[in-house]
């Protein structure tokens, strides 16, 4: 199996909501991402779990909240999100470190809208 | 951290090969170089990786001069399935991950 699913694949939320993204994968990868996705521009990476401890976090604001209950679990809280932070979030895991030179395996994304 | 440059746009017509060059002129030793294919509302695929020379697989070839400040990949025989944004990556180590601006390819019948 080598899918990395992520549910919901939409999402409309308000500014004052909370609510969750999640993403799963059954490949046996130590390393889990997030990453959020403008129209027409490349995904800009968020976090980065590595054995389900956080290893990098690019200076995303709190109001985004990962959390990696095991090894193939990882999921979003989001909560008193901007209309800005409308985006395609994509999901991806690789074998293990967060290394770039591991290849990543992405999910198909969450379509998020914030209103 | 290496920052690569990509023509923003290309077009081929169907069965042409089609080379897409990127340019990563202060790539570190340790870097390696990945390619990546986006299809719209999807999430990346990985295509191809490598340090030095050629490197090829099913689907692409990469080629890398011994400078290693640029790299082209390149897809023979295009299909309109193609039809895509291609990432250029470099980066090794513990760096993280960065996508550079990308090169939407459009594949003509």
């Known amino acids: 199996d080598t899918e990395v699913t992520q549910t919901p694949k939409h999402l409309v939320m308000g500014m004052t909501n909370k609510k969750s993204l999640k993403c799963e994968q059954h490949?046996?990868?130590?390393?889990m991402y997030w990453y959020k996705q403008k129209a027409k521009k490349p995904p800009e990476l968020m976090f980065v779990y590595s054995y389900e401890k956080l290893s990098i976090n690019e200076s995303v604001p709190s109001r985004f909240s990962p959390e990696c209950p095991n090894s193939s679990l990882l999921n979003l809280h989001l909560h008193a999100l901007q209309p800005e932070d409308s985006a395609l979030y994509l999901c991806?895991?690789?074998?293990?470190?967060?290394?770039?030179?591991?290849?990543?395996?992405f999910g198909p994304g969450t379509r998020l809208t914030v209103t | 951290l290496a920052k690569t440059t990509q023509p923003i746009s290309m077009d081929s017509y169907e069965g042409q090969e089609v080379n897409i060059t990127c340019s990563h002129n202060n790539i570190a030793t340790n870097d390696y170089i990945t390619w990546y294919q986006q299809f719209p509302s999807q999430g990346p695929r990985f295509i191809i990786q490598?340090?030095?020379t050629k490197v090829t697989n099913e689907v692409a070839s990469l080629f890398i001069p011994a400078d290693r400040k640029s790299s082209t990949l390149s897809l023979p025989r295009v299909s309109l399935s193609d039809t895509a944004v291609y990432y250029c990556?470099?980066?090794?180590?513990?760096?993280?991950?960065?996508f550079g601006t990308g090169t939407k390819l459009q594949v003509i019948p």
């Open positions: 990556l470099v980066g090794g180590g513990y760096q993280k991950v960065t």
């Open positions: 490949m046996g990868h130590r390393a």
């Open positions: 490598g340090y030095k």
């Open positions: 991806a895991s690789s074998l293990a470190g967060g290394r770039p030179t591991y290849e990543q395996y």
